[in-house]
């Protein structure tokens, strides 16, 4: 059992909304991720962080921004939520061990919906 | 440009029968190769890691095999249950500058029928 908790499951917000998807592992993890899927899409990788104070855009331009204060936690911030934002929000975390990446540990995802 | 590419799209089988999923990358330098069990509404949970020198690895009723001359893996699943109903997703990790990059396919949806 992964321990790499999001919260909240599920969102409905209304439009214009600031809103901060929650993201914890207890894992000890360096390596922190956030990806967007759309249903019966691939996983697409916005943000990343290879540990505290870290952070970095990934391929998929995304309006949100994220922080690393401490090693567990790496939430993501939509400053004004719009209908677009719509999808499904996946957080992930793995260890590094010289260059090469562990198993990326998934959590539960988050289901926004902004109306 | 690196690209993680499976089939089939879509896949539906009878309970009991055997099914084998397939994944083509284009990832250098490669890393490892990760096959991914995603129901719907969840997070992806990892069924298997397979490195360079590894070209087998099992997991109970998934066997998951890695060509790493020809850049082709494939999960096998045997006889098949309806728990099995799920999106399997290759992915791939590099060992570039960037310490690690994570490449996702589109993932296979098999339905398994009673």
């Known amino acids: 059992e992964a321990d790499i908790y999001q919260t909240p499951r599920y969102l409905v917000i209304g439009t214009g909304k600031k809103i901060t998807l929650e993201c914890s592992q207890t894992?000890?993890?360096?390596?922190m991720y956030w990806y967007q899927q759309d249903p019966g899409m691939e996983l697409h990788l916005i943000h990343y962080s290879y540990g505290v104070n870290s952070t970095e855009k990934g391929d998929l331009s995304s309006e949100s921004t994220v922080s690393r204060i401490r090693t567990e936690h790496f939430p993501l911030t939509l400053e004004s939520a719009r209908p677009s934002h719509t999808s499904q929000y996946l957080c992930a975390s793995s260890d590094l061990r010289g260059q090469v990446d562990t198993e990326a540990f998934f959590g539960q995802g988050t289901r926004l919906t902004v109306v | 440009k690196n690209q993680v590419e499976q089939s089939p799209q879509s896949l539906i089988i009878l309970e009991g029968k055997n099914c084998t999923l397939q994944c083509n990358y284009t990832v250098s330098p490669f890393s490892n190769l990760r096959w991914y069990k995603q129901d719907t509404g969840r997070g992806p949970v990892s069924l298997t890691i397979m490195t360079f020198s590894e070209n087998t690895k099992s997991n109970g009723r998934y066997t998951a095999t890695l060509d790493a001359d020809t850049k082709q893996s494939s999960l096998h699943i045997t006889a098949s249950q309806l728990s099995d109903s799920a999106s399997y997703i290759c992915v791939v990790s590099d060992r570039g500058s960037t310490l690690g990059r994570l490449y996702f396919g589109r993932g296979t949806q098999l339905t398994v029928w009673p």
């Open positions: 894992m000890g993890h360096d390596k």
